[in-house]
């Protein structure tokens, strides 16, 4: 399925920015321009379901699909928070960037999560405020972060919800890193705990906590998420050659 994609910046020194559940291109409303005005050209797709994008089944793996259906081969860096993350880590061997970042993903969950996490997501869906929203976050989003995810909640189909969390648990976890990778988890978090993180870097992926930080560290502290993305860009990964559609 093809996607719909927001894009910042022009050329062909590409990167890739693929956001979470419930969220849209809009999520990198920082990131995009950022990375823009370091030269790249940002392409933000919204996942299948999710923002501008088509609807129809949903699953990881339909996810994923798309994301090799829409985006070019061997951008320079590409990064996917959470369902963007997972997805992106099993798109990434056919994607094959120069390097990919991920943050806080959802590669594994047990069959407790799904049901915990299906109840709860279903459970925003009866929200009719965004103070509801804003006392679930705890206070750590900016204001408009806060607006543009209420506003992207609504254009999601529910269906994502049966689509990343059926039951019984999953784990889609890279059996390696096929290109550097580096993952910024939550302090705490629940997606990237110490012993998942202890195995992610036996298969060679570096894993870093951001201390102070919940699941959407990219928003709480754009600063400090920004500096640790331009150092990673700075010593790991290599520019694309030869990108291809």
């Known amino acids: 399925m093809k996607l719909q994609v927001t894009e910042w910046g022009t050329g062909d020194r590409y990167a890739l920015l693929v956001h979470g559940l419930f969220s849209d291109a809009t999520s990198w409303h920082r990131a995009g321009p950022a990375l823009a005005e370091r030269g790249f050209h940002v392409l933000a797709p919204d996942l299948r379901g999710h923002g501008e994008s088509p609807r129809g089944r ?40 120069g390097s990919a970042v991920y943050l806080d993903p959802a590669w594994r969950m047990s069959a407790d999560a799904h049901e915990r996490y299906r109840d709860i997501w279903l459970g925003w869906l009866d929200w009719t405020d965004k103070e509801q929203l804003r006392a679930h976050l705890g ?73 102070g930080t919940g699941h959407s560290a990219f928003r709480e502290d754009f600063p400090r998420f920004l500096d640790r993305l331009d150092a990673w860009i700075e010593t790991s990964g290599r520019p694309a050659a030869g990108v291809t559609a």
């Open 58 to 97: 949903y699953s990881p793996f339909d996810w994923a699909l798309d994301l090799v259906d829409t985006l070019p081969a061997r951008a320079e860096i590409a990064v996917g928070h959470s369902l963007g993350g997972l997805v992106l880590g099993m798109a990434a061997r056919l994607l094959d960037p």
């Open 139 to 211: 206070g750590r989003w900016p204001e408009e972060d806060l607006d543009l995810r209420w506003t992207s909640m609504w254009k999601a189909d529910p269906g994502i919800i049966p689509g990343l969390v059926p039951g019984g648990g999953h784990d889609l976890s890279p059996e390696r890193a096929d290109m550097p990778s580096l993952v910024l988890a939550a302090d705490p978090s629940e997606f990237i705990p110490d012993d998942h993180a202890k195995e992610l870097r036996e298969r060679g992926l570096t894993v870093e906590t951001v201390e």
